[in-house]
């Protein structure tokens, strides 16, 4: 059986880039721990469609209904970790690293300054705008992951195999490092 592989870090720092690139390289299926969760959003009335639905009012009010219920959580990382169990899959997920035992657990660390840039491009949105989302995002997870699995989402990286600061790196680059580190463990 091939291994999982789980990419995490705070919100636009490039995880889905870097998951795809594995999935490519290693021929690995390739899952969003956030396309998942968007289905459950959908099931619940929310038009959650499109790569930036998180960044839009709907998906910052489904964040905050999130918050009251972790019906929504708990059943993603359910199925995640089943997904991830059964080997040869690239997931992007927040809380899957504290979760699962086995694997290849990969961090993509990056400054907010950072990370709101590669949101504005991406989603062309006003440099405010991308700063106050990804703040938003961020804080909202972590707090949301700190009460439901005791966590300290984006400060207790001790889970990881590999830390990847991605600050000064363009894509390539980052994808590139994640390349040679799964070669190493897997």
């Known amino acids: 059986m091939t291994k999982s592989i789980v990419i995490s870090g705070p919100p636009a720092v490039g995880k889905t880039t870097v998951a795809k690139g594995l999935a490519t390289e290693f021929n690995l299926t390739y899952l969003s721990g956030g396309d998942i969760l968007k289905e459950m959003a959908k099931e619940h009335g929310f038009n959650a469609i499109g790569d930036d639905w998180w960044d839009t009012e709907n998906g910052m009010k489904f964040l905050s209904q999130r918050e009251n219920n972790s019906e929504f959580d708990k059943k993603v990382d359910d199925k995640l970790i089943e997904l991830f169990n059964k080997g040869g899959t690239v997931i992007t997920s927040y809380t899957l690293p504290w979760l699962v035992n086995n694997g290849i657990k990969i961090w993509l660390a990056g400054s907010h ?30 707090e949301l992951y700190r009460k439901l699995y005791n966590f300290d989402f984006g400060n207790d990286i001790s889970v990881f195999d590999k830390i990847i600061d991605t600050d000064n790196l363009n894509a ?7 390349k040679e580190t799964v070669r190493e463990l897997l």
Do not use: F, W
């Not at 390539?172 to 994640?178: K, L």
């Open 113 to 142: 300054d950072s990370s709101s840039k590669r949101m504005q491009g991406r989603d062309n949105m006003t440099p405010l705008e991308a700063y106050e989302i990804t703040k938003i995002r961020y804080d909202k997870n972590r």
């Open 172 to 178: 390539t680059q980052v994808i590139h490092i994640a």
